[in-house]
Nanobody, 124 residues
């Protein structure tokens, strides 16, 4: 099992930036993909971005493409989500997730382990 701990959420004005961090511990050698999902009140959890640990390949949801950037520091077992040009509709709880099989997937069901989430609130 892999334990994931997120940090970096908070309150920011529209147009501002935040950087989320997620540090993994435990069986990190089994992780091949790290992802960020988000869930707004009354909505389903949705994919935001993901990165492969071996090649650093990335994938982004259309809603965040060009504004968010996911990076990884494998030596620290940490993945980051740099969020720029934030909008009120980005307000959500952001979750870090880990996936053992190779290949980036956008479905939350494809991820094995999850963090507790961190709140991001963007005011207009």
């Amino acid at each position: 099992q892999v334990q994931l701990v997120e940090s970096g959420g908070g309150l920011v004005q529209a147009g501002g930036s935040l950087r989320l961090s997620c540090t993994a511990s435990g069986r990190t050698y089994s992780v091949n993909v790290m992802g960020w999902f988000r869930q707004a009140p009354g909505k389903e959890r949705e994919f935001a971005a993901a990165i492969t640990r071996s090649r650093g390949s990335t994938s982004y949801a259309d809603s965040v493409k060009g504004r968010f950037a996911i990076t990884a520091d494998n030596a620290k077992n940490t993945v980051y989500l740099q969020m720029n040009s934030l909008k009120p509709e980005d307000t959500a709880v952001y979750y870090c997730a880990a996936r053992a099989p190779y290949g980036i997937m956008w479905s939350a069901q494809a991820y094995n382990d999850w963090g507790q989430g961190t709140q991001v609130t963007v005011s207009s």
